[in-house]
Structure formats: structure tokens, C-alpha cells
């Protein structure tokens, strides 16, 4: 095969892939190359033959239910380590500046919060169970 | 709002959505291009998992399932990078029977899938996956060119490379695929 053929193959393909169209001066060759003929006409033949490892395998959901698992689980482990780093911060904040205040605030907040939110809980239930 | 957008809020369901419509394209496509079935199912899940974990990072200009194959793609190349040595399909007939058992299809067409397997398994990875990529997937060279990360004429001149390797193997062969 010389170069000349193997650049219209190229071309062929091309078109065979839809990756450009037809011309003259392809055609043209086409018509008097038994080789880019041959070539041409294989192509078909090739993608045929390529059908039959066409599959497409069937959905595993377990895997997929596994997969959002992981991502959930790292996300929730981010959110504490931020968490964490905030409270860090807030505590050394308060050691460094002298600010005993935060402190206090902050452990005001903890033992209280729960006390403090529990009418409020009461008040919630009430409501809801007076909707029924 | 649509699916993508609402995977990309986080909403479990849509994601749930987008990877169950996508898995038999990741799965097949990893099959097709070579991948061991051991491999293959760590591959899907690290690719999953990767794709959910930077959905935000996903443009939507193309389309997610390119995303989920380029991703594996990535992944597939870097266990090669570490020395991973690739299955010959000659050596493995177990494993492709078991494999054709796991995709469940006919008998005849058993048979044309294990031939067809042997002779892809003489092209190495990246014609290959050229070839899976055009042929059942329909991407563009371009869309080849973004998913394996070289030039148009790369895509181009390796397309035709294994079309011709697999003609030659198909006369060789006394066309018995056909
Ligand atoms: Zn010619």
C-alpha cells in the first residue's frame, strides 16, 4: 500500500466515524482504488464483528448504597474534625488573650443548654400532640 | 431542578439516581477495556466514590457518564503505572468463563465474546481503549482526545491502528467472529 493510500484510509475512517464528510476527491479515489475499496467496505465488517462483546452488566446496588455510605461517613468525620478544630481554637483564643470570660461563657453554654432547651422541647411535644 | 443539580446538593436520591444510570456504562466499559473482574469491581467502586466525593467539581458540559469513564480511566492507568501487569485473556480462560457466566448471555455468543476478548487482548491498554471508546460508547476524537488525556492525531492514528490489527487478526482468523 503506498502513502498516498494510507492517507485516504485515514480519511475514510474519518468519514466511516462520522468525523467528516464525503468529498469529490475522496469519492474519486474510492471509485479507482481496489485497496481503499476493500478498506472502506472492511470497516463495517470490523464494527460487526466488535457487537459481540457488547454488554452492558446489570446494576449492583448494594455497591452503590456502599459507595454513598463512604462518602457519608467521611463527611461526617470532616464536620466533627471542624468541629473540633473550632473548639480548639476558641479554648486557645481564650488561654492566650486573657479572656477568661469566652470561657466561662462556653462552659455557661454547655451545662446550661440542655436545661435551658427543655421547656422548650416540652413545648414542642405539647403542640404536637394537641395537633394529634 | 434536574438530576444533576440536585446530586450536586447533596441530595441522596439523585445521586443514587446518577450512579445506578450509569453504572452498566462504568462496569462494561472497564470489562471491555481489559480490566480483570477483581479489579474491575474495585475500580467501580473507587470511581463512584471519587465521583460523588467532588460532584461539585463535575461541569456538566459533558455528559456524566464521560466524567465516571475518564475518572476510571485515571484510576485503570495508575494501577498500570505501579507495575500492575495486565491479564493476558489467553491466560485467564477461567476467569472470561466465569466472567461470561457473570454477564449472562447465550452460549454462541459466549463463545464470539471469549474469541473476540483474545484478540483485543493483543492491542495494549491505550489502543485499546480507543477503540472501546468509538466503537460502543460513540465518543468523538475530540471527546477521546479530553477522556485520555492526548492530542486528536494520537486518537486518530491509534483508531486506526487497531482497526487495522483486528482486520488482520479477523483473516488470520478465517473471519469465524463474523
Ligand atoms: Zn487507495
Aim: hydrophobic share 40%.
Amino acid at each position: 500500500m503506498d502513502e498516498q493510500c494510507k492517507q485516504y484510509q485515514l480519511l475514510l475512517m474519518d468519514i466511516h466515524f462520522g468525523e467528516r464528510n464525503m468529498d469529490g476527491e475522496i469519492k474519486g479515489h474510492l471509485e479507482k482504488c481496489n485497496d481503499c475499496q476493500a478498506y472502506w467496505q472492511g470497516l463495517d465488517k470490523i464494527e460487526e464483528t466488535l457487537d459481540a462483546l457488547n454488554f452492558e452488566p446489570a446494576v449492583d446496588y448494594p455497591q452503590i448504597s456502599e459507595v454513598l455510605a463512604r462518602v457519608r461517613k467521611r463527611e461526617s468525620i470532616l464536620e466533627s474534625l471542624k468541629f473540633v478544630l473550632v473548639a480548639i481554637c476558641l479554648l486557645l483564643a481564650s488561654v492566650l488573650t486573657g479572656f477568661k470570660f469566652l470561657l466561662f461563657l462556653q462552659a455557661f453554654f454547655y451545662l446550661t443548654l440542655p436545661f435551658l432547651s427543655l421547656p422548650l422541647i416540652y413545648h414542642y411535644k405539647e403542640r404536637c400532640d394537641s395537633r394529634g | 431542578m434536574d438530576l444533576i443539580s440536585r446530586a450536586r446538593a447533596g441530595e441522596r436520591e439523585a445521586l443514587e439516581e446518577l450512579l445506578r444510570q450509569n453504572y452498566g456504562i462504568l462496569k462494561g466499559y472497564l470489562l471491555k477495556i481489559g480490566c480483570d473482574y477483581d479489579l474491575t469491581e474495585d475500580l467501580i467502586q473507587e470511581t463512584m466514590y471519587r465521583a460523588v466525593k467532588n460532584i461539585k467539581r463535575y461541569k456538566a458540559t459533558s455528559k456524566f457518564s464521560t466524567w465516571l469513564i475518564t475518572i476510571a480511566t485515571n484510576l485503570y492507568r495508575d494501577q498500570l503505572r505501579k507495575g500492575r501487569k495486565e491479564i493476558l485473556y489467553a491466560d485467564i480462560t477461567d476467569d472470561l468463563q466465569y466472567r461470561a457466566e457473570q454477564l449472562d448471555i447465550t452460549l454462541e455468543a459466549k463463545e464470539k465474546f471469549l474469541q473476540l476478548q483474545n484478540i483485543m487482548a493483543g492491542l495494549p491498554f491505550e489502543k485499546r481503549a480507543v477503540l472501546v471508546l468509538k466503537h460502543y460508547y460513540g465518543y468523538s476524537y475530540q471527546e477521546m482526545a479530553d477522556i485520555l488525556q492526548c492530542p486528536v492525531g494520537t486518537i486518530r492514528s491509534r483508531l486506526h491502528y487497531s482497526l487495522d490489527y483486528l482486520k488482520n487478526k479477523l483473516r488470520e482468523g478465517g473471519q469465524q467472529l463474523g
